[in-house]
């Protein structure tokens, strides 16, 4: 259980701590931001300070090689002049490493290369497959070579390319190349963090400046920093990427220089580096609310102590007063003017209050206990005459209940015999119901019976009809067997007339192509006769095709006229058992008939049977009719004098539930007066505890 004490000290740490939260918290975020802001910035200057090096480093060599197309391009070539040129347009910078030219012609067709270095190919050197040639040959504008290791200086280099025309038609490529060795120097001083490193990236993501020179051009940053190749596509010209929190706890900063080198500047280090000025501030932040809370904690127990001292004071006069021996006359002494010095005086007020009640219920004590001895002799009477009443009650109810038994029984007779007459009633009724139902049925079968009569008479005149039409179709069937059979004789005719224009066919193909051969042996002379043969020979071959699809045609046919055939003989077959089935069914009809004939004689007898049976039931349902309207009349009388018996029997049991109610009321006063004796006793025994 948390004391006044622990509230007092909890509930001002919890001020404490909120208020400083409410502190704490958007400094922190105030200074997070800054910092962040900060650190963008310094990246975004970094990144656009290096790229600018760097294009700068670029646009020189661009200049160079525009300078020289137009040269080129306006002047008559000659080796000399033309190598001279170049020495002096590259002179005095380190990092221009070769400039030349070279026309569209091969070399060994008579092409040339003139470089300032007076560099000469071999003949079979074929400057079409170079990279710079195939990039420049295409460009107005100057582009940018993949980055290579040279053989001769073993350093990294890239060329700078574009076409030159001359007269309005492409007259050949001017190249620089450019030793990168300088790029590492250019970047060196840019980092965003002491521990930090910057590098510059080629398309592929292959290091063009790092400290350690064996890795350049020979491995890659995104396998060396897996985690940064996540952000690959995010990177763009002339944009900033920043992320601060990316894998391995590190910051990646990267933007693409230009989209004509597609080269890239990337700068990665401790992330922890560029948060260090944030941690420290929240550091010196979480120290300031521990030294709040731990001065909060020593005032709390301050202020608590001189508020819990008069409180245990008055905790202690309740407690005495609580314990069941308490001294009404005693009284707190009140020593502050505060909230406790007015709480204590209103336990005063209160102790004083509760001493006159305590004396006032002593008083009411001593009048309860002469009024409860009143109520008991009281309840005593009453009991005894609830009592005589209940048995008087109790008689006149058993002679009502005899009376009502006898009462019953008599109805329960009267109405048996009701229920005979009317049994008697309904069995009259269900004969008389019976009588006319069979009468009615028994007519209607007589109607049915003259109606089968008639439908078999026609079913016999149909099945003659039947029977005729029957061989008619016989005899049909046997006309179109024979027409079938006639017209399969004539299919098998078709077939033999076509086997011989099959055969004539083959024997014309082969006279064409005797022909063809005697009009070959007669050279000029026989070539009309060779187009007439190729014709008949064609004749006959598109003969030889109809008469075999003819053929094909026949034998579906000649399987057809078979099956029409099969399914003729098997119609006739039918034909034959419905006229005996026809026949047979005749027979039975005729049978039918005759004992249908019979059967309507017999049910016109049972017909007048059934009228006498019915006048004889009208007049017995009429007697039974009268003889349960009587009974009726008594049993009504029955019921009048039995429900009278049950209202004064309800009325008496009333009379017995209302005086047992009133029996258990006086009980109930009985015991309520025992209790309040108990009850003016225990505060009797309580009241005196109480010094007052």
Known sequence: MFTIKRKIIFSNLAVVIIASALIAIPVIKMQTASIEENVTDNANAQVSQATAKINSFLLKPMTIV??????????????????????????GDSAL?????????????????????????????????????????????PVVTEPYVDADTKQPVTTVARVAH?????????????????????????????????????????????????????????????????FKNQISVGRTFISLNAKGGKYFVAQKISDVTGWTFVSVGPARELTEQLRNGIMLILILLAVVLALSIFAAFGVSLP?????????????????????????????????IGSMVGGFNKFVEKLQDIVSQIKNSRDELG???????????????????????????????SAQASAVSQTSAAVAQIAENINSLEKMIENQSRGVSQASSAVEEMIGNISSVNGSVARMASTFDQLSQNAETGVEQQKKVEEQIQSVSEQSKALQDANKAIEDVASQTNLLAMNAAI??????????????????????????????????????????????????????????????????????????IRAAMEEQQVGSQQIVDSLKVMNDGTSEVRVAGHEMAEGNRLILDEIHNLQESTVVIKESVNEMSNGAEEIRKTGNKLSEISNKMQKSVLAIGDEIDLFKS
């Open 66 to 91: 525009n300078d020289m197309a137009v040269f080129v391009g306006s002047h008559e070539i000659e080796k000399e002049e033309t190598q001279n040129a170049f020495d002096d347009a590259i002179k």
């Open 97 to 141: 490493y070769s400039l030349y030219f070279a026309d569209t012609v091969a070399m060994k067709d008579g092409g040339f290369v003139y470089s300032n270095d007076k560099w000469e190919p071999d003949s079979d050197y074929d400057k079409s497959s170079r990279e710079w040639y195939q990039k420049g040959i295409k460009s107005t504008s």
């Open 166 to 230: 001359k007269n309005g038609s492409v007259f050949g490529v001017v190249a620089l190349d450019i030793l990168l060795g300088d790029l590492t120097e250019l970047i060196s001083d840019t980092k965003l963090s002491k521990s930090g490193e910057s590098f510059i990236l080629d398309v592929n993501g292959n290091y063009l400046t790092n400290p350690d020179s064996n890795k350049i051009l020979s491995s890659n940053f995104y396998s060396d920093f897996s985690g940064m190749a996540d």
């Open 307 to 339: 508020i819990i001292k008069p409180i245990r004071t008055v905790d202690v006069a309740v407690n005495e007063i609580a314990s069941g021996n308490a001294d009404l006359t005693k009284r707190i002494k009140i020593s502050t003017k505060d909230e």
């Open 370 to 400: 002469y009024a409860e001895s009143d109520l008991q002799d009281s309840v005593q009477e009453v009991s005894t005459s609830i009592d005589q009443i209940i048995t008087n009650i109790n008689s006149v109810g058993d002679q009502m």
């Open 518 to 591: 005697e009009a070959a042996h007669a050279g000029e002379a026989g070539k009309g006769f060779a187009v007439v043969a190729d014709e008949i020979r064609k004749l006959s071959e598109t003969s030889a095709v109809q008469s075999k699809k003819i053929s094909a045609e026949l034998t579906k046919i000649s399987a057809t006229i078979s099956a029409v055939v099969d399914s003729s003989k098997l119609s006739s077959h039918s034909f034959k058992e419905v006229n005996e089935q026809i026949m047979s069914t005749d027979q039975l009809v005729r049978q």
